[in-house]
């Protein structure tokens, strides 16, 4: 069975400074990873995935991903944060065959002026 | 730009009547599926669809059905609306293969009373 993990519900960080967001995951096989970020009311917004090749993996809005297999993490950063950053993000995993995207249960980042 | 489209932003029924969310996406995918996001339970899949007339149970499909007539749209049902499917409802839809990631409507807001 697929599933995602991401440990702190909540992360805080001052604009300007680097942001991280923490996604392990467990699946079979290699896994497609993918993060999302989910404004007030809104659906959630792809920003990026990892399929296979370079462990760092960039998206929009300045947004990163690292993978790393040996931790079975993906964790999201960006080298500095603004406060339109402030969201709900999801990361999400599926093995290689085409199933529906596994989410974790999303951590809330607030970025802090 | 893939757009999916939800036919309502908020939503108020009352307990026991037959609900109807729709949705609609115009990328000609073959995937389609329907989420409910509560707080601190993330996202949980509820149906989803590979094609037309096709449907599979997700992980919580108990008071829920769905019709897929036509491969753009994908309807969910509430049978018999009861209090604790109040929820934001989001569908989402994407192509075939498992590189390629869910694109989500803005979601209903749904109220039970």
């Known amino acids: 069975a697929q599933s995602v993990a991401q440990p702190e519900d909540q992360v805080n960080v001052a604009e300007g400074n680097p942001l991280t967001v923490k996604c392990t995951y467990s699946?079979?096989?290699?896994?497609?990873l993918f993060w999302y970020v989910q404004y007030p009311n809104r659906g959630l917004q792809f920003l990026l995935k990892?399929?296979?090749?370079?462990?760092l993996v960039k998206g929009s809005y300045g947004f990163e991903a690292e993978f790393n297999k040996s931790q079975t993490s993906f964790h999201l950063k960006k080298p500095s944060a603004l406060v339109s950053d402030s969201a709900l993000y999801f990361c999400?995993?599926?093995?290689?065959?085409?199933?529906?995207?596994?989410f974790g249960k999303g951590t809330r980042l607030s970025v802090i002026a | 730009d893939v757009k999916v489209t939800q036919s309502s932003r908020y939503l108020v029924k009352r307990t026991g009547e037959k609900v109807f969310l729709e949705c609609v996406q115009d990328?000609?995918?073959?995937?389609m599926f329907w989420y409910r996001q509560d707080p601190g339970l993330g996202l949980r899949l509820i149906y989803f669809?590979?094609?037309?007339?096709?449907?599979e149970k997700g992980d919580i499909p108990e008071g829920y059905s769905v019709s897929r007539e036509k491969k753009e749209r994908f309807s969910l049902i509430l049978e018999s609306a009861s209090t604790n499917q109040t929820s934001m409802y989001l569908c989402?839809?994407?192509?075939?293969?498992?590189?390629?990631?869910?694109?989500f409507g803005d979601g209903t807001r749904l109220s039970i009373l």
């Open positions: 999400a995993v599926r093995d290689m065959s085409p199933t529906p995207l596994v």
């Open positions: 699946v079979s096989g290699n896994p497609y």
């Open positions: 990328m000609d995918h073959e995937n």
């Open positions: 989402a839809s994407s192509l075939r293969q498992a590189v390629q990631p869910q694109h």
């Open positions: 669809s590979y094609d037309v007339k096709m449907k």
């Open positions: 990892y399929i296979t090749g370079d462990n």
